[in-house]
């Protein structure tokens, strides 16, 4: 019968008290699901969007957005890296804007360039490979290609990370280990790598697609990581040091040779020298046949005699002459150890002289003047070049390659799949790392079984045997049971664990299972409904002749389902969210469940894997829970309706 009667709902009064109900009812929804949206949304963050507070993320919404959020991916994080190759000043991935008209024309020429050029591996690297970051809480989510790359070798060594590091000389601890260095070979110090590893990686490189790649950019590294970083991103700055009167920065360009010609300063050569010497990766560097006989002096100098210098290179030579000056540097070795003190400058030992290969034998051959012979060698002239391709330039040096034009292209060809790609991307994150670790998710299955088995078996016997004998200490059991509960689990841990060191039972089922087989709250509700089962029910059953263990099964446990789903929802949280006590008492790594390797996960995470690894958590808990609660709605409601 309803409380409140059809009649009574006509009443104002009445329907005003049920509206507000229904008010108080939404908000306290509101105030659940609004949390759990921004949870939803911060498990798609990265450093763009980290501080970001929306229940949507802004990346679906706003291209600018997705465009600073796909900027961060392509550039592995690296801020130094889209300054260097974009020519940009942002300070930040979230202030980084796309360019306002893009030049289509000057974007295919570039792919054109890209096509017809056999350019060799270090004038570029690829982007979503690295997730190296200087923020902590942004840490952690696996990029695209990286996980391509893993898949790749998780393919061919099938599945077996020993195979790997047998195979390739390496010593990662897992497949969650495996990573790659983004690469950068601009700075001097900067060495390609040589190990097996390392060539494996430079061929999957070269098979990705060129809107994957971000080819480095000397100009660039000369202007923003050089110039700027020795006299500010004040002009006037650089114009009263180098006695010059440039308008901005957009007019200072890195020359090829040595910087001559009117207008051109002491200041300027002096800088160029140093880069080029000094800082400047020895990949873009060449000297002038002019410089053969300098080198000669220099190996002559160093090594004395011919046959010190085939030992250490390898090589037949018959005289130091033989010896051909390098054109494309190596990629390390004696021979690279050698051209760098060459280029430098190297000191005489006998003499104590020091000898520098004059700045206008050394010239610069990076992929800018690439680009710019190309357009050369196709237009003749800049002049033909702006009618062409609808350009400005003043000059040659002018020219930059159009990355950033032909990426932001590139980027509004697919932003469907980027939206997806970052809504996914943590959550793959999560899985990879919790399925390669296949021991714990079966540790979890077990623990949970056998704890909810434990915990449906165990307790209702308890119980079934307070309610149907009734002994006299009853109560005084019951008080004892409810006593347990005036302690915190955290109080009894200690004491557990020296209990189960004692009996050699750490790192196992048992000792997972046994300290929490009876629950003195469970048994206590179990029995008060027990207590509330027709007594006529067992007399029954007692005339027919059933014995008590078929009463106890036929009876007792089939007309409390709803208690007992009750008491299995309680079980399976208990262990499946189990973690201080399942890390203190199962310290090996074979028997960690899935809460402790989501925590080894979160440590090493950001904000946005760890809110993904959190509603994958969340997940199975939900599925039991939605089970449980339809018995538990079937076992008070229908009956009670009826």
């Not at 690296?78 to 804007?97: K, N, P, Q």
């Not at 890209?114 to 952690?140: H, K």
């Not at 307790?459 to 309610?467: C, I, K, Q």
């Not at 201080?580 to 074979?590: G, S």
Request: hydrophobic share 45%; glycine share 6%.
């Amino acid at each position: 019968m309803p409380i409140i009667s059809r009649i009574g709902r006509k009443s104002f009064k009445v329907r005003l008290l049920i509206w507000t109900i229904y008010v108080l009812l939404i908000c306290g929804a509101v105030t659940m699901i609004y949390p759990f949206a921004l949870m939803v949304a911060g498990s798609t963050k990265s450093t763009t969007d980290l501080h970001e507070s929306r229940v949507i993320p802004s990346f679906l919404t706003s291209e600018q957005a997705l465009y600073s959020k796909n900027i961060d991916g392509f550039f592995n994080n690296s801020l130094e890296m889209m300054r260097t190759t974009y020519i940009s000043e942002a300070s930040a991935f979230d202030r980084v804007r796309p360019p306002a008209d893009p030049n289509g024309k000057m974007v295919e020429e570039w792919l054109a360039f890209l096509e017809e050029s056999d350019l060799p591996y270090y004038t570029y690297s690829i982007g979503y490979i690295s997730s190296v970051t200087s923020s902590e809480a942004a840490r952690g989510a696996v990029p695209r290609a990286l996980r391509e790359f893993k898949g790749i070798l998780i393919e061919r060594f099938d599945g077996d990370i020993s195979k790997l590091n047998r195979a390739m000389g390496t010593e990662f601890a897992g497949w969650n280990a495996v990573f790659v260095q983004a690469e950068n070979y601009l700075l001097r110090r900067n060495k390609p790598g040589t190990e097996s590893f390392d060539l494996e990686f430079r061929r999957f490189k070269t098979k990705q697609p060129v809107d994957n790649r971000y080819y480095f950019s000397a100009d660039g590294y000369y202007k923003t990581l050089f110039i700027r970083a020795n006299y500010t991103r004040n002009i006037s700055v650089y114009n009263r040091r180098h006695g010059t009167k440039y308008a901005s920065y957009n007019e200072v360009h890195l020359d090829r040779r040595l910087p001559s010609g009117p207008g051109r300063t002491d200041k300027e050569r002096a800088d160029w020298t140093e880069f080029t010497r000094t800082i400047l990766n020895l990949f873009w560097i060449r000297a002038d046949s002019k410089a053969d006989g300098h080198y000669h002096r220099f190996l002559k100098a160093k090594y004395r005699d011919i046959e010190t210098l085939n030992r250490g290179y390898g090589t037949e030579y018959k005289s130091f002459d033989e010896a051909p000056l390098i054109g494309e540097p190596p990629e390390g070795g004696l021979a690279l150890s050698d051209w760098d003190a060459f280029i430098q400058g190297w000191k005489d030992p006998d003499t104590g002289q020091i000898h520098i290969l004059p700045a206008e034998m050394i010239s610069i051959h990076s992929l800018d003047f690439m680009f710019r012979d190309y357009l050369k060698g196709r237009y003749g002239s800049i002049g033909r070049v702006n009618a062409e391709l609808d350009t400005t330039f003043k000059n040659w040096l002018e020219i930059i390659p159009p990355q950033r034009d032909a990426g932001y292209l590139a980027f509004k060809q697919k932003t469907g799949s980027l939206r997806w790609e970052f809504v996914k991307r943590n959550y793959i994150t999560v899985i990879d790392f919790i399925v390669p670790h296949g021991r714990g998710i079966l540790n979890t299955a077990i623990f949970c079984t056998l704890s909810i088995l434990s915990a449906l078996i165990v307790n209702p016997l308890a119980a079934y045997a307070l309610s149907r004998y009734k002994p006299p200490s009853a109560y005084k059991v019951l008080l004892l049971l409810m006593l347990t509960m005036a302690f915190p689990p955290m109080v009894t841990q200690i004491p557990v664990f020296l209990m189960l060191r004692d009996l050699n039972m750490l790192n196992t089922f048992w000792a997972l299972v046994l300290p929490c087989l009876a629950n003195g709250y469970w048994i206590f509700l179990l029995k008060g409904f027990f207590d509330s089962l027709p007594k006529e029910l067992y007399e029954s059953a007692a005339i027919d002749g059933a014995g008590e263990i078929r009463i106890f099964l036929s009876i007792t446990m089939s007309l409390s389902k709803p208690i007992l789903a009750v008491i299995a929802l309680g079980a399976f949280t208990a262990a499946y969210t189990n973690f201080t006590y399942a890390l203190l008492i199962c310290q090996d790594e074979k028997m960690w469940t899935l809460m402790v390797w989501l925590f080894r996960l979160q440590q090493i995470s950001g904000q946005g894997v760890v809110f993904a690894s959190l509603i994958i958590a969340a997940i199975p808990t939900f599925i039991i829970f939605a089970l449980c609660q339809n018995v538990i709605m079937r076992g008070i409601i229908v009956p009670v309706e009826k």
